[in-house]
């Protein structure tokens, strides 16, 4: 039932092409230029009429939320907020019947979201679900909702739930920019076109496979390494480092690049791996200088970046290439190597990948 892979793990990391193209199949219409999405064209007027969203998820799915901060705000110029489900419904939030919230969740069975969800009910907001367990309890909690069409995710760590939830949320920012006049039909086509062209560039990615299986090897015996992103991959140095945390029991960090110099550059020293995403599109020269800072202080640096980049080579210790994309979709493409590196390191390491200690598929408790 693995399907010859050694794992659940590494199975559902090589099923992304797939899960991602079923996930927007029937949705994204490039020809046609138009997204359908049930789920909002049966509410628009709350979704129009949204002083503000707030997502509310944990964990991966967290991380999936803020990516979706800033595309919808890209996109949409609607504001969003991104919360931890435990923080939110603990909190006594602000929240009125202008707010749509956002539930995101793999299993649909989170404790904490799940209550987020009541409470904002009470309160009179429209609650949307982005769930991949048909018939889960958060799928009928919420009055709408949009499936991911991952499939089953049986491995623990969650890889191609989270590449499928920023689709659907992908989908979503476009269609609501579309209906609300905040991006025109160039744009729109064009992303349209970009997502279409997906599965075929995370397949690229993965090809990649056997050189991050070598630099794993080399990294495979840290006791701490530090994740960086800007932007949209911001998110996803929190995610890589999450990834590394929960299957090879390794502290990671992920931080904004930027925020180095306020604190994390103390720790940068010889011991310290850095893992640095440099994509071209997206805050690459600032990202560059980032790099130079973490080299200066001896760190070694393994860093995401694309395909035929030239600067970062000389830079870094390790270079790791996705495709060429444009800048809102690079989260789909640099997650992949950053799951590929986490397990790796936890198979040499000796962990149990798919089953981690301590942790359970569906936390249904607070
Ligand atoms: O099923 P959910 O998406 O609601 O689960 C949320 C988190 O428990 C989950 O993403 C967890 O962080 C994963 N183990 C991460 O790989």
């Avoid at 595309?71 to 202008?98: C, G, H, M, Q, W």
């Avoid at 991911?148 to 739930?161: F, N, Y």
């Avoid at 720790?267 to 200066?296: C, F």
């Amino acid at each position: 039932e693995k399907g010859g892979y050694d794992h659940f793990m590494l199975k559902e990391i090589y099923e992304q092409p797939k899960a991602i193209q079923d996930t927007y199949r029937g949705r994204l219409l490039a020809d046609e230029g138009l997204i359908k999405m049930a789920g909002i064209d049966q509410n628009l007027e709350r979704f129009l009429n949204a002083d503000r969203i707030i997502i509310v998820a944990c964990g991966t799915s967290w991380h999936a939320g803020l990516v979706a901060e800033y595309i919808f705000e890209d996109l949409t110029r609607i504001p969003v907020e991104v919360e931890y489900a435990s923080e939110f419904r603990y909190r006594n939030p602000v929240i009125t019947e202008k707010d749509v919230l956002i539930a995101i969740s793999q299993s649909g069975e989170t404790a904490d979201t799940l209550a987020a969800i009541k409470l904002a009910k009470e309160k009179g907001a429209f609650v949307f679900g982005v769930c991949n367990v048909v018939g889960s309890s958060i799928a009928r909690e919420t009055h709408a909702g949009a499936y991911t069409h991952a499939g089953p995710e049986i491995g623990v760590a969650s890889t191609k739930a989270f590449t499928t939830q920023i689709t659907v949320l992908t989908l979503m920012a476009l269609k609501l920019a579309q209906e609300k006049g905040t991006i025109n039909k160039t744009q729109l086509h064009e992303f349209l076109v970009e997502m279409e062209a997906i599965p075929k560039k995370v397949e690229k990615s993965l090809e990649y496979n056997a050189l991050v299986e070598q630099i794993s090897d080399v990294y495979k015996d840290s006791s701490n390494c530090l994740y960086l992103g800007r932007g949209y991959n911001f998110p996803v140095a929190l995610e890589g480092a999450l990834k590394l945390k929960e299957i090879s029991y390794i502290h990671a960090e992920g931080y904004p690049a930027a925020e180095m110099k306020h604190g994390p550059i103390a720790l940068i020293d010889e011991q310290m791996p850095v893992i640095v995403i440099a994509t071209r599109k997206g805050h690459y020269e600032k990202v560059v200088s980032n790099i130079q800072e973490i080299k200066s202080r001896k760190a070694r640096i393994i860093a995401i970046v694309t395909e035929g980049d030239e600067v970062v080579k000389n830079l870094a210790d390790h270079v790791i290439e996705v495709p060429e994309v444009m800048e809102a979709l690079t989260p789909l493409l640099t997650t992949i190597p950053l799951q590929l590196l986490s397990y790796h390191i936890a198979v040499m390491r000796g962990c149990n990948v798919d089953q981690p200690r301590n942790l359970a598929k569906s936390v249904t408790v607070e």
